[in-house]
């Protein structure tokens, strides 16, 4: 694993794996050993209470604070104007979505590459997003 896109094609490609021949995998599936090599640029999002219940030490620029246990909406506006819809295509496609955005982080716009990873427990209701996120670039917010 090496660059940000291959990282997260990696990730998806273990989401296939866990799937098999379902729609979605579920949470349970996941052993901490299997995304051990994404830990830090993960967050796992419980969609019934709107929640983050993991947050990687690496997206706490991302969201702009640690924010496991917070609740998405209590987040940074322009966070939540992000992740809101990307997380909602997801659980609204059930199959994983793939996009850049970009946020100003101590006065520098930084790009990141994400990837939402719908997970079920019954393979046809969306009760989870894993999502991974990496930068791939940054430039001063004033340019």
């Not at 930084?110 to 393979?123: G, H, K, Q």
Request: net charge neutral; proline share 6%.
């Amino acid at each position: 694993m090496g660059r940000p896109d291959e990282k997260l094609s990696d990730l998806k490609a273990l989401w296939n794996r866990k799937r098999g021949g379902l729609s979605m995998p579920a949470r349970s599936q996941f052993a901490t050993r299997d995304l051990q090599p994404w830990y830090g640029n993960l967050a796992l999002i419980d969609l019934s209470s709107r929640s983050i219940r993991l947050c990687g030490t690496n997206l706490i620029s991302r969201f702009g604070r640690d924010a496991t246990g917070w609740d998405i909406a209590s987040l940074d506006e322009a966070v939540v104007a992000s992740v809101t819809p990307y997380i909602d295509r997801a659980q609204a496609a059930k199959a994983p979505i793939e996009d850049v955005h970009n946020r100003i982080v101590d006065g520098y716009l930084v790009s990141y590459r994400e990837l939402a990873l719908p997970l079920s427990d019954d393979a046809d209701h969306v009760t989870m997003i894993l999502f991974g996120s990496y930068p791939i670039g940054a430039r001063p917010a004033w340019q």
